[in-house]
C-alpha cells in the first residue's frame, strides 16, 4: 500500500526511483549493506518487487518517461542476472514469500521480464511487446544460451520507433560495458550493437572503440561476431573524422591478424601480401594519427610475413628504399601493384598522391 500511494505522487517517485535503480544494478558488482546483513541479492529483488508495483500505477507515467532509459537497464541486467546465477537460500526464501504474498512467477528472472513489459506497455510500446511475444523473444530471454540472441531481437524491435530511448539506454550500457565484467556482458553487448547507430560518435567513438577490440580479443566466438558489427557500424557513420576511421580500420586489420595465425594462416598470407603497398603510401598520410598507425601496421604485417629486410627498413624509416624492394621482390607481382597505387593518384590528400606517382615512376 505504501509503495503504491508513492507510485500515485510524481514527485516522490521521482526522489525514490534513482535509488531503486541503484541497488537493482548493485547486484552482484558491488557491495550494498542491508541493515542485518549483506544480502545484496535479496535486496536487489526486493527492489525489482517495489519498481513492479509502481509501473503499474497510471499516476507513475511522466516519471516512468523521465527515468525509462535507466529502469530498462536496470531491469535488463536484472534478467541476466537472474538467470545466469543460481538464486542463494536466502534469495529463494525471501523469493518464495513473494510469490506466497504477491502471486508473481516462480523464477525471479521470469518476474524480471515481466517487470520489462509492464514498463514497456507504461511507455505505450504494445507492438514491441507483442512482437516479442510472436517472435518467442521472451523465451528466449529466460535461456542463459539464447539470452543474447533474445536482447537482439529486442533492440532491433525496439529501435524502429523508439531511436530517442534507444539512444540513452546505449549510453547507459556503454557505461556499463566499460566495467568489464566478461561473465556478464554478451547480452548487454548484443542489445548495444543493436543499437549503436543511435549515438553520436563523435563525442562517445573512442570509448565504443575500445569496448569493441577488447572483445575482438575474447575467446569466445559470439563476443568477437558482435566486435566486428560494432566497429562495422562505427567505421560507417558519416560524421566521424575519416582519420579516426583510418585509425580503427588498422587497428582491426591488426587485431584480425592475430586472431586468424591459427586457424587460417596460408590465406591470411596472400591478403597480408597485398597489403603492404597500400600501407607503404599511407605511411605518408598527411593525418599523423594515420601515418604512425600505416607505420606500425607495417611492421606487424612483414614480421607476420617473415621479410625481414623490409620490417628493418620500416623500423629506420626509409620508406623510399622499401618500395624499391618491394618492386624488386615482387616483380611478377608489378601489374597488380600498378593496379593498387593508381587510385592513389586522383587522392585529395598531395602526400600520398606524391607517394603513388614516386613508386609508378620506380616501376617503369
Same mark, same amino acid.
Given at each position: ?163 530517442? !530511448? ?32 543511435? !549515438? ?165
Amino acid at each position: 500500500m505504501m509503495w503504491r500511494a508513492i507510485g500515485s505522487s510524481g514527485p516522490a517517485v521521482e526522489k525514490v526511483l534513482p535509488t531503486l535503480i541503484c541497488v537493482m544494478q548493485s547486484w552482484p558488482l558491488c557491495s550494498i549493506r542491508t541493515s542485518d546483513a549483506d544480502n545484496k541479492e535479496v535486496f536487489a529483488l526486493a527492489a525489482t518487487l517495489v519498481v513492479w508495483v509502481i509501473v503499474q500505477v497510471p499516476e507513475c507515467h511522466e516519471a516512468m518517461i523521465l527515468y525509462s532509459s535507466r529502469l530498462f537497464v536496470a531491469l535488463l541486467f536484472h534478467v541476466v542476472i537472474t538467470t545466469q546465477q543460481t538464486p542463494s537460500e536466502e534469495g529463494a526464501d525471501f523469493w518464495r514469500a513473494c510469490r506466497e504474498e504477491h502471486r508473481v512467477p516462480s523464477d525471479p528472472n521470469r518476474f524480471a521480464v515481466q517487470a520489462m513489459k509492464s514498463l514497456l506497455f507504461q511507455l505505450r510500446c504494445d507492438n514491441e511487446v507483442m512482437a516479442m511475444e510472436r517472435k518467442h523473444g521472451w523465451d528466449g530471454l529466460l535461456c542463459a544460451q539464447t539470452q543474447h540472441y533474445a536482447m537482439g531481437l529486442l533492440a532491433r524491435e525496439m529501435r524502429r520507433v523508439l531511436i530517442p !530511448l534507444c539512444s540513452h539506454i546505449a549510453l547507459h550500457l556503454l557505461q556499463l560495458l566499460s566495467l568489464e565484467e566478461p561473465r556478464w556482458d554478451l547480452p548487454f553487448l548484443a542489445f548495444f550493437v543493436e543499437v549503436l547507430e543511435c !549515438l553520436d560518435f563523435t563525442k562517445c567513438g573512442d570509448s565504443v572503440h575500445e569496448i569493441a577490440s577488447r572483445h575482438l580479443q575474447s575467446e569466445c566466438r559470439e563476443r568477437r561476431r558482435l566486435a566486428l558489427r560494432g566497429l562495422m557500424v562505427l567505421s560507417k557513420d558519416p560524421l566521424m573524422d575519416n582519420g579516426h576511421v583510418e585509425v580503427l580500420s588498422l587497428d582491426l586489420f591488426f587485431k584480425v591478424m592475430q586472431l586468424s595465425v591459427d586457424e587460417a594462416k596460408k590465406p591470411l598470407e596472400k591478403i597480408l601480401s597485398q597489403s603492404l603497398l597500400p600501407l607503404f603510401l599511407h605511411c605518408h598520410d598527411e593525418n599523423r594519427r594515420v601515418a604512425k598507425a600505416s607505420r606500425e601496421t607495417l611492421l606487424r604485417v612483414t614480421d607476420f610475413l617473415k621479410r625481414r629486410n623490409l620490417k628493418q627498413l620500416v623500423k629506420k624509416e626509409q620508406l623510399l628504399t622499401f618500395a624499391k624492394c618491394l618492386l624488386q621482390e615482387n616483380r611478377s607481382r608489378a601489374a597488380e601493384l600498378l593496379r593498387q597505387a593508381l587510385p592513389y593518384l586522383e587522392s585529395p590528400q598531395e602526400p600520398l598522391r606524391k607517394a603513388a606517382i614516386r613508386f609508378i615512376e620506380m616501376a617503369e
